[in-house]
C-alpha cells in the first residue's frame, strides 16, 4: 500500500482547509522614493511602476495606498544637493525627514519605517565615511546616530539601518535610549549580501558608488557561515527585527536564521527581483500574479515574519479582487 498524498489537494476547500502558511497586507512594507523638489512623479526607468514623487506629489499616491489596505511604508529619499559625508541625511529639515511629517500629517495611520543609511546623500555613493578609497567604519557611526536621531524626532515609527557598519546597532540604540526613544524598535539590515540584484534601485535613488564597489562591507555570498555571527551581533546590541536582503536567492538564509531566534525575520524582495518579473510578465513570459503570489508564500514558508516588496501596491489590488 502507498500513501495517497493527493486526498488532501481534491478540491479547493480541502485545500485551503489545510494550508498552514498564511499571508496578508499586514506581512508587508511598501518602500517609496521621495525626491526633494517640486512636481515631481517620474517613473524609475528599471522598474515599471515605481516612481521618484516630490512632496507635493505624494498626497494622491498615499490615498491611494491607504484605499487599497497597504499599511507600512519604508521611505527612501532623494537630496537635492550631495557632499562627501552625506550632510542631507542628518539635516533636521531633509527630503525624509520632511516626508515623515507630511505622512504623519496628512496619513498618521501608516506605520513608517525608515531606511538609514548615507549612500543616497554622499557624493561618492559609499554608505559612509571616506579616508581615501576606504570606508572608515568607526567615523561612519557617528553620522548614522545623527540620522537616526533626526529621523526619530521627525516621527518615525520604526528605524531601519542598512549600512553594514560594524557595531551601528549598539550605537543607534545608545543614542535613542538617552534621547527617551527608548521604545523606537530598530530593523536591522542584518544580512545584507554584496549583490547584483539590486541594480534598478540605483538608478532609483541614484546610489550607484562612483568608484569601486561595496564588498569591504556588505557580505560575500559565497560564505555560508557568517550570516549567524551579524545576527547574533545585531540582537546582543538591541535589534528587535532581523532582516534578509535579498529575499528569493537566499530563502536558505531566511529559513537557517528563522528557525534559531525568537525575533520576527523580515525580508527585503529587491529591485532586481522585482524588475525581472515585470519584465518577463510584459514579455508574455510568465503569469505575472501566480508567480508574484508564488513568491511571496515562498518567503512565508521560509519563515519571513515581514516582507519588504515593491509589489506591494499590486498584490493589494489583486486581493481586493478576489485572488
Not at 505622512?103 to 531606511?115: A, C, G, L, R, S
Not at 554622499?122 to 565615511?129: A, E, F, K, L
Amino acid at each position: 500500500m502507498f500513501n495517497r498524498t493527493r486526498r488532501l489537494r481534491n478540491s479547493q476547500v480541502l485545500r485551503n482547509m489545510v494550508k498552514n502558511v498564511d499571508f496578508s497586507m499586514d506581512n508587508l512594507i511598501y518602500p517609496l522614493f521621495i525626491e526633494e523638489g517640486t512636481n515631481v512623479k517620474v517613473e524609475i526607468s528599471s522598474m515599471e511602476g515605481q516612481y521618484r514623487l516630490s512632496l507635493d506629489n505624494l498626497y494622491d499616491e498615499l490615498k491611494e495606498l491607504k484605499e487599497l489596505g497597504v499599511k507600512s511604508l519604508l521611505l527612501f529619499g532623494i537630496p537635492l544637493k550631495k557632499d562627501p559625508v552625506g550632510s542631507e541625511a542628518y539635516n533636521d529639515k531633509g527630503i525624509v525627514q520632511e516626508g515623515i511629517r507630511f505622512i504623519k500629517k496628512h496619513f498618521p495611520e501608516f506605520f513608517i519605517v525608515t531606511d538609514v543609511c548615507l549612500c543616497e546623500y554622499t557624493s561618492h555613493g559609499h554608505c559612509g565615511v571616506l579616508d581615501g578609497e576606504r570606508v572608515v567604519n568607526d567615523e561612519t557611526l557617528k553620522l548614522l546616530d545623527k540620522i537616526t536621531l533626526s529621523h526619530a524626532k521627525a516621527g518615525a515609527d520604526m528605524i531601519a539601518p542598512s549600512d553594514m557598519m560594524d557595531g551601528r546597532i549598539q550605537s543607534m540604540r545608545r543614542i535613542l535610549d538617552e534621547n527617551n526613544f527608548e521604545n523606537l524598535p530598530i530593523m536591522s539590515y542584518s544580512i545584507k549580501y554584496a549583490s547584483a540584484y539590486y541594480g534598478p534601485f540605483r538608478d532609483a535613488a541614484d546610489s550607484a558608488p562612483s568608484f569601486g564597489d561595496r564588498k569591504t562591507y556588505q557580505m560575500d555570498f559565497r560564505n555560508s557561515k557568517d550570516y549567524l555571527i551579524e545576527v547574533e551581533n545585531d540582537l546582543a546590541e538591541g535589534a528587535d527585527i532581523i532582516m534578509v536582503k535579498p529575499g528569493m536567492p537566499y530563502l536558505d538564509v531566511v529559513k537557517a536564521v528563522s528557525d534559531v531566534i525568537s525575533n520576527p525575520v523580515a525580508v527585503y524582495n529587491v529591485s532586481g527581483e522585482y524588475s525581472m518579473v515585470k519584465a518577463a510578465a510584459k514579455n508574455g513570459w510568465i503569469d505575472e500574479e501566480r508567480i508574484v503570489m508564488e513568491n511571496m508564500y515562498a518567503m512565508r514558508r521560509a519563515g519571513a515574519d515581514i516582507i519588504i516588496t515593491y509589489h506591494a501596491k499590486d498584490i493589494a489590488k489583486w486581493i481586493k479582487r478576489g485572488i
